[in-house]
């Protein structure tokens, strides 16, 4: 099974509206994080925003905020006022704590297959 | 500028050469990944490295050997590759693994390889 879903392959958005990407997961931890990036076509991946399975608030970071909901393993992206710039690929990643890697160092992220977005002039 | 570089680029290699990709952090982390991005498939994870020390090797096939000097420094050596292995390798870092959003992930620019 799948512990990171994307479901939109692709979505248009017109320029200077709000976009809600999607992102669910699967995760028997009870403590993990999640992380959203943004890759343009120059590859390079960009940290976006990160949400704590503990944290009370959802995560804002300027135009972009995460709409967290536990109970449904949803943690959809919400970008504000697209802009041309906006337009790229979008991938939602978990941490789970549970995972760590040998003598408990580093983290291990699991990554979804990304969204493809597009904004409109 | 997220303060992770790598080089080259892009690069070209048929099956029998040997080359080697190189990724530096400026970040003061303690921990680096290698991650392979193939056409329509999700980000994998390759290596990871926390204090020099390789913690974890996900499956991935000898012919692709890392090697990290210091925290700074992190290599990927190839040799006798396939044309499966063309994708965009990625390197990353992070703090170390203190939990919440010190284990943030920041990524270099990637590295295009096509293999003939």
């Known amino acids: 099974a799948q512990k990171i879903t994307q479901t939109q392959p692709g979505m248009f958005v017109q320029e200077k509206e709000a976009v809600t990407l999607d992102c669910t997961y699967d995760?028997?931890?009870?403590?993990?994080?999640l992380f959203w990036y943004k890759q343009p076509s120059s590859g390079e991946m960009i940290f976006l925003i990160y949400q704590g399975s503990y944290d009370q608030q959802n995560a804002t970071e300027g135009r972009y905020s995460l709409n967290f909901q536990k109970a449904r393993k949803s943690a959809n992206l919400v970008i504000s006022a697209s802009q041309l710039g906006d337009s790229a690929m979008y991938f939602c990643?978990?941490?789970?704590?549970?995972?760590?890697?040998?003598?408990?160092?580093?983290?291990?992220?699991?990554f979804g297959g990304g969204t493809r977005l597009m904004v409109k002039p | 500028e997220t303060g992770v570089t790598q080089t080259p680029r892009h690069l070209v290699m048929g099956m029998t050469n040997k080359k080697s990709l190189k990724c530096e952090q400026h970040l003061g982390h303690n921990a680096m990944y290698w991650y392979k991005q193939s056409a329509k498939k999700p980000l994998e994870l390759m290596f990871v490295?926390?204090?020099?020390?390789?913690?974890e090797n996900n499956s991935v096939p000898s012919r692709f050997s890392p090697e990290c000097p210091n925290s700074s420094h992190l290599f990927l050596h190839l040799h006798t590759l396939q044309p499966e292995d063309s994708a965009l390798y990625l390197c990353?870092?992070?703090?170390?693994?203190?939990?919440?959003?010190?284990?943030?992930?920041?990524f270099g620019p990637g590295t295009r390889l096509t293999v003939l």
């Open positions: 995760t028997s931890d009870p403590s993990y994080g």
């Open positions: 490295y926390n204090f020099k020390e390789q913690t």
């Open positions: 990643a978990m941490r789970e704590e549970g995972r760590p890697g040998k003598n408990n160092a580093g983290n291990m992220l699991t």
């Open positions: 990353a870092s992070s703090q170390d693994r203190t939990g919440g959003d010190t284990d943030t992930q920041y």
